[in-house]
């Protein structure tokens, strides 16, 4: 891809970024389809949204941003640099809000590259991370299970 881009210049990266947020949608949609399933409410925040109490907002909040209990950040990454973006997000929004549980659900090679990143992320998220062949464990392994119906 790296060399597309090379060759073609700046039309193929244009093309790359309008279709990346339909693919890192897919991250996001298969959260969304888990959370329903299982009945738990939660408040998907919007691109670049602000809320109040939060420096950065997450992708979701359960069960709403009046009373956050769980933050779950979503990312699909086929670089480094995005992965690391992210956990660097991740970090940040478990240092500020140590009382939430902070959940990530990651996708993409991007996570696979740098281990020391990893290591924090985990640390991040006190080892709550998902991937996509997991996700479907998200409810019953997080205090998510705590918002599931009777």
Not at 57 to 77: R, T
Not at 92 to 115: H, M, N, S, T, W
């Amino acid at each position: 891809m790296l060399l597309y881009e090379r060759f073609l210049g700046r039309p193929f990266a244009s093309h790359r970024d309008s279709v990346s947020e339909l693919v890192g949608d897919l991250v996001e949609n298969a959260i969304e389809a888990v959370l329903a399933r299982a009945g738990i409410s939660f408040r998907k925040t919007g691109r670049a949204e602000r809320l109040p109490n939060f420096a950065l907002a997450p992708d979701f909040i359960v069960p709403d941003e009046y009373n956050p209990q769980v933050v779950i950040e979503a990312k699909l990454a086929e670089d480094d640099g995005s992965a690391r973006d992210k956990i660097t997000r991740i970090e940040r929004l478990a240092a500020d809000q140590p009382k939430l549980e902070v959940v990530a659900c990651i996708a993409g090679r991007g996570f696979k590259i740098r281990r020391e990143d990893m290591r924090k992320l985990l640390l991040a998220t006190r080892g709550k991370v998902f991937t996509l062949q997991n996700l479907n464990q998200i409810a019953e392994n997080t205090h998510l299970s705590k918002f599931r119906p009777n």
